[in-house]
């Protein structure tokens, strides 16, 4: 089987894995409005559905946990807003330490395109404050958020580190949950092909790759064919030039047409 059959089946399982362990949240969709954290204790904030985030937003939306003794880990993969103008942001995010705007703040007032380095709530509600212009927009930022506790672990959490207890399922989930990279550290990859035969991942994979490989060849042999054709339709002219040169005429034309007999 060839190895690029693996890379696609590879590629389709890390997909599907991750779509399934993480929620995204969009701010645009929840105006105003107060989210549970996902009970699978982590989850994507993106600023809009879409490519770019929209203009004219004003949006304030709280992320909660279920629990009081449950806090929020934020890790910014991404932060691209409009650049600043004479030192006053033009859309701006701001996190607050808390369910409104009187609260302590987790950040500034971001904006630009920067790095935003990793901050953890005290409280188990977090406010995000959103705002756009009318002019000018980005591809926004992407937050993950980690639901913690600090220690002592449940038997269905795990250890980070530096002593976060996560969801014992956020280990090895290629993402860095802990925000110290301990639940990926002792991770295997893993394999596609286990002791009861192919997954039906890998399968839908290889059917995948086998399929993309049969158009490939179809396209290439389509190719092929138009070109013999060409060629030979043009030697078969030059064959006939070189013939009426040469006084060679048989009666026929091109075509295969004779002479007309007169009566």
Not at 50 to 67: R, V
Not at 75 to 83: A, D, G, P
Not at 118 to 142: A, C, H, I, P
Not at 162 to 188: P, R
Request: net charge negative; aromatic share 8%.
């Amino acid at each position: 089987m060839a190895w690029w059959h693996f890379s696609v089946a590879a590629l389709l399982i890390t997909i599907l894995k991750k779509s399934e362990s993480l929620d995204v949240v969009y701010l645009s969709n929840n105006c105003n409005a107060t989210i549970t954290a996902s009970t699978s204790g982590a989850g994507l904030l993106e600023p809009d559905s879409s490519l770019y985030y929209k203009n004219n937003q004003d949006c304030q939306m709280i992320l909660a946990t279920d629990s009081s003794e449950k806090r929020l880990l934020f890790q910014f993969v991404r932060f691209n807003l409009e650049e600043a103008i004479d030192g006053q942001c033009l859309d701006s995010l701001r996190i607050y330490d808390g369910p409104n705007t009187t609260s302590s703040t987790l950040t500034s007032t971001l904006c630009g395109r920067i790095q935003v380095p990793d901050v953890e709530s005290s409280s188990n509600q977090v406010l995000f404050d959103f705002k756009s212009d009318e002019d000018g927009r980005t591809s926004g930022f992407g937050i993950y958020y980690t639901v913690f506790t600090d220690g002592p672990c449940g038997s269905n959490q795990f250890n980070c580190s530096n002593g976060k207890c996560i969801t014992g399922a956020l280990e090895c989930d290629s993402y860095d949950m802990c925000g110290d990279g301990s639940d990926e550290a002792n991770c295997e990859v893993e394999a596609i092909v286990d002791d009861g035969g192919l997954s039906p991942a890998a399968i839908a994979g290889i059917i995948a790759g086998s399929i993309c490989l049969i158009l490939l060849i179809i396209g290439i042999v389509r190719v092929g064919i138009n070109k013999y054709k060409s060629h030979k339709l043009i030697k078969e002219l030059v064959e006939e030039m070189k013939k009426n040169q040469a006084g060679e005429h048989t009666g026929e034309d091109f075509w295969g047409n004779g002479d007309d007999e007169d009566d």
